[in-house]
Structures are given as structure tokens and as C-alpha cells.
């Protein structure tokens, strides 16, 4: 008999016990450690005992989920990625629509510069003053150690 | 696709609880590794392998981020559900079970990827080197050495 590290005793076939266990052997091996198993009860009740320990790791719920819950997560994934590709077109389309709006404002001639100034200033302190407090906001979330406290 | 995904899910969650040591944060890696694959199906090569270990490898990679990006905690704190009205043999199994969770919780993180997935999720000794990115050669060494840790604290459980 010899010792492994750790103190562990590994009769003779040593690993590839657990490979015999498992199926994972050659033809040739399985029969060698077949042989051995014959005349080594010290072998045949490590066999036993290592076939206890999978057959209970088998039967156990480590998960502890239901299957079901995989499922409604996968949903909720197709969700989030329909909600982010909505976002994508609605900012997308909404620049677009805006570029337009801007080149057609400065563009027309109907309208004297100083109204064009005028009216620019207005729509600019409303944007200046929406990005201000949209950061704000931003830091706030990503900072709030207590944003995930339920109430 | 989607069907034979959500049949892996139970599995790749005992695994990341292995490697995260926590349930949600494991529940948390599933859900962001079934994210990416939805979002990128042509990512998985049929002609390369099967599903399940190239799942079980991504949430093993997003495992590993996960645990890069945190931050210096305390011990991971076991949340026990209370066992309420359950039956007497539901309580049993359940009581079995959290006997296998601490011993497997007192082996090194390899050892315990290796025996949940040959004995939990039953991969094969190939699958199993493609998921831990090992040797074939080594899985059956590494994995027996991690049976034998096992067998030692399931008896310290099942004495005490």
C-alpha cells in the first residue's frame, strides 16, 4: 500500500480507480484493474466508498433552483436585450431627426440671425441644464451604497 | 437552443457556487453568461463540441471575472432557508445536502469544480478538461485526489 499526498491512502490502482468508476478506462486497463480488484478487498471497499460519494453528490440539489427559473431568466434576458436594441434606435433616430431640425433652423432664411441667436440660447440652456442634472443623477446611481436597500 | 440551455442552468449554478462561494452571486453569473449567449448564439461551434461544457466553461470565465473584480470582502455568509413546514423526508435530504455543501466548502476551489462536475453534472473526463481548461491527462489524478478529500470530510460530517 502507498500514500499520497495529503495522507490519503491509495491502495495500488490508485486514480485510475476512479477512472475504472467512471468508465474513462481502456479496455486493457479496466481489465488490469479488474484483475486487482479480485483479490484486493482494501480496493473493492475504497470502490465502494468513492461510488457512495457520487452516487450522493448525484442525487443532491446543490443548486437548490428550480429548473423553471432558468427559463423566466432567459426571458428576462431576451428583455433586456429588446429593451436595449428600443434604446438604441429611439437615441439613433432621435440625433437623426434633431440634426435635420438644427441644419433646416440655421438654414432658413426667413429668420434673422439675432432671433436665430436668440432662440438657440433658449434651446441650449434647456440642454446645458438637462446634461447637468442627468449627470448628476448618473453619479449619484453608480455612488448610492444604499441603493439597493429595500425599504 | 433555448430549451437545452435552460436544462444546464442548475448545473452551471452549482458550479459558480463553487468557484464564487455565494448563491446569488453564482445565480448573478448564470443569468449574465445566459445574457451573453443569447446575445451572441453564432458564438457556440456545434461542430466543436457539445453545449454543455462550453456553457459551463462561460460561466466559469465570467466566474473568474466576477471574483478579479471584487472587492476585498469578509467570508462569504451561507444564507440557510429555514425549513418552515417541510416534510420529514425533505427535511432529511435537505439536511444531507448542507452536510455535502460544508464538506465541499472545506476542499480548494479546483478540487470542488472538478468533483461537481464529473459527479454533479457527470461531464466526461474530455468534457471536463475543456471546461477547466487542464490537461486531459490530469483529470483523472486531480479528480480522484478530490473524491478522496470529499470521502474524508463526508465522514467528519456524517460523525459529528
Given amino acids: 500500500m502507498t500514500t499520497e499526498r495529503g495522507g490519503n491512502p491509495t491502495p495500488h490502482v490508485g486514480d485510475r480507480l476512479s477512472g475504472y468508476l467512471d468508465g474513462e478506462l481502456t479496455q486493457q486497463q479496466r481489465q488490469r484493474v479488474q484483475l486487482h480488484l479480485e483479490d484486493c478487498a482494501e480496493c473493492r471497499r475504497l470502490l465502494d466508498e468513492l461510488s457512495a460519494v457520487r452516487a450522493r453528490m448525484g442525487a443532491s440539489d446543490l443548486s437548490g433552483l428550480p429548473e423553471d427559473r432558468w427559463r423566466e431568466n432567459m426571458d428576462e434576458s431576451g428583455v433586456t436585450l429588446a429593451r436595449g436594441l428600443g434604446w438604441l434606435l429611439l437615441i439613433g433616430a432621435g440625433v437623426f431627426i434633431g440634426a435635420i431640425a438644427i441644419f433646416h433652423f440655421l438654414a432658413d432664411p426667413g429668420l434673422g440671425a439675432g432671433w436665430k441667436l436668440l432662440i438657440s440660447a433658449f434651446y441650449l440652456g434647456w440642454l446645458a441644464l438637462f446634461v447637468s442634472v442627468l449627470r448628476q443623477r448618473l453619479i449619484e446611481r453608480r455612488t448610492d451604497r444604499y441603493k439597493d436597500v429595500e425599504i | ?160
Avoid: K
Wanted: glycine share 4%; aromatic share 4%.
Fill in chain 2, 1 to 160: 437552443m433555448r430549451d437545452e440551455l435552460a436544462t444546464l442552468g442548475n448545473g452551471a449554478h452549482a458550479l459558480a457556487i463553487q468557484i464564487l462561494g455565494n448563491r446569488d452571486d453564482a445565480a448573478d453569473a448564470v443569468h449574465d453568461a445566459f445574457a451573453q449567449v443569447l446575445a451572441q448564439p453564432q458564438a457556440w461551434d456545434h461542430r466543436r463540441g457539445p453545449l454543455r461544457p462550453w456553457f459551463l466553461r462561460v460561466v466559469r470565465n465570467r466566474c473568474i471575472d466576477l471574483l478579479r473584480r471584487r472587492r476585498p470582502a469578509g467570508p462569504a455568509v451561507e444564507v440557510l432557508v429555514a425549513p418552515g413546514d417541510a416534510p420529514d423526508a425533505v427535511l432529511e435530504t435537505q439536511q444531507r445536502d448542507r452536510g455535502l455543501q460544508r464538506a465541499l466548502r472545506d476542499l480548494p476551489p479546483e478540487q470542488r469544480q472538478i468533483v461537481v462536475l464529473r459527479d454533479y453534472s457527470d461531464l466526461s473526463y474530455a468534457e471536463i478538461a475543456a471546461v477547466l481548461d487542464l490537461p486531459a491527462g490530469t483529470v483523472m489524478s486531480r479528480l480522484h485526489r478530490a473524491r478522496l478529500a470529499l470521502r474524508q470530510r463526508l465522514e467528519s460530517e456524517d460523525d459529528d
